[in-house]
């Protein structure tokens, strides 16, 4: 080389940096000399984790078993019992229990998104929580939840009957003398506001706010959001009482003629009208659990109905005097009623005994349960709210309110702490700590739903549609098989073939032509009759070794000497 010539320096080895997805490099990372495991490998403490290596979490995050108690959904199916003999059952009914475990597991877990608490009224040492006026509330309160405490002058066409909709938004008004108004109680927008020029029983909301029905005095109506008529229903006259059953689209009526009818709003057709014979039917309240009305009566008794039967499904004799009113709470599971004879009773509908009986001064004309177990009862002008009256026993009130007018109906607002009380004067909303749900599913009901949300709500209840047939005490025994009928039908198509029939055979596909209908239907009535064969044979051979051991039963008689072979020639009246 010339001294002369120019030489490029070599450049340096830099480190490559490693990827990922490059498996050609060791990843391990830069380990730290002082700390050594037990099996002698390195690791440092500041290394992160990196694809391929463990997780240090594994699986989901534990749920507490006491909130898994609260979603599960009875005991589970004994797969190793006999009564599912067949593994393709065995394996399905294993599949279903996977779901419901998931489901409950799910469910536990999608607490952590409930963010609003419920809380009730806490007093001081010195003072009780009746003693705390609604005045009181509403300047303790925010500015949104004291704008629900409010109270609407209407002293020309009373007294009003009240209803609000299953999402707790909307108010309906009736008055006696023919005023309807309907408004977003929330906004304090009105939708509509007519005149009737009738007399005016019951209002009642249907599954949305648009629709509407309304007891006249002498039929039923139908309206709409706007005030507008969609119909006059004249199979339904002189309607005192009315409850909507949502999941059923029925709409059920109690009548001054004593009849109990329900009308399936989807189609416009009257589903049942059944006679009670008992009376003016005055008092009415649906079991949000079974969907099953409760009426009750003059002589004291509250009977239970389904559009099923013809007669009461139950007949209770709660009162020595006239039932004055009824609520049943959200559960299904207690219902309080109060008489003429001036008592509160709450019964146990599992078991129809009375649990706590209570001894109101004037007697309560109108009860009212909340979505959290507050039961509020109207005795003249004054509003009493109870909390725990119904597994424990009360000595006083919860929270009470003191009206200027007596009190025609009452009603919880869902998911509101919030009572509306209807009044010869007109409406008063009331606030009542820890009434309502604080958390609400909005694919069930949606306080802040859309118009193309409800529309599609209800596109999806109409096909979610349950039949009134389904309608019974006990939910579970829908989806229960009926031993006894299933037995009997087996019986009687056996005494008719002489054998059971096997289970339909549906024949396997097979390729180059042999599955076409012609040999489909050929393969079928090979196996029916194979199976009709083997079916009559075996009954046959019952038969014959039946009669073999009566013939040598008979045959160790004789020999024994308890009778002799001339027996068999005797007549049965001899």
Known sequence: MADDEFVLPKKANKKRTQRYYDTSKDKTPT???DEELKDGSHRNKK?????????PFKGPAPVPKEKVTKYVRGKKIDLQSESIPHVKHRHSMKRLEDKYAEAVKSAARSELLLTEEAGF?????DEETHQISQKEIRQAVDISSAT????????QFGPYKLDYTRNGRHLLL???????AAMDWVTKRPSFEINVMETIQEVQWLHIETMLAVAQ???LYIYDNQGTELHCVNKFNDVLKMQFLPYHFLLATASATGFLKYLDVSIGREVASIRTKLGRLYCMKQNPHNAIIHLGHTNGTVTLWSPNLKGPIVKMLCHKSAVRSIAIDKSGLYMATSGQDRQLKIFDIRTFKP????????GATELSFSQRGLLASACGNIVDVYKDCCTQSQDKPYMMHKMKYNITDLQFCPYEDVLGVTHTNGFESLLIPGAGEANFDALEQNPYQSKKARREWEVKALLEKIQPEMITMDTHKIAEVDMVTMEQKLAERKEILGYIPAAKFQPKHKMKGKSSSTKTEQRKKGVIEENKRDALRKESEKVQDSQKKVKAQEKEEIKLGKRSALDRFQTKSS
């Open 174 to 180: 009736g008055g006696r003398k023919g005023h309807l």
């Open 121 to 125: 009224l806490e007093a001081d040492e």
């Open 148 to 155: 629900k405490n409010f109270d609407l002058t209407l002293n």
């Open 47 to 55: 290394h992160k984790f990196e694809r391929g290596s463990a997780d």
């Open 31 to 33: 380990l730290d000399k």
């Open 355 to 362: 649990l706590q009986v209570y001894r109101i001064a004037s």
């Open 217 to 219: 005095k002498k039929w």
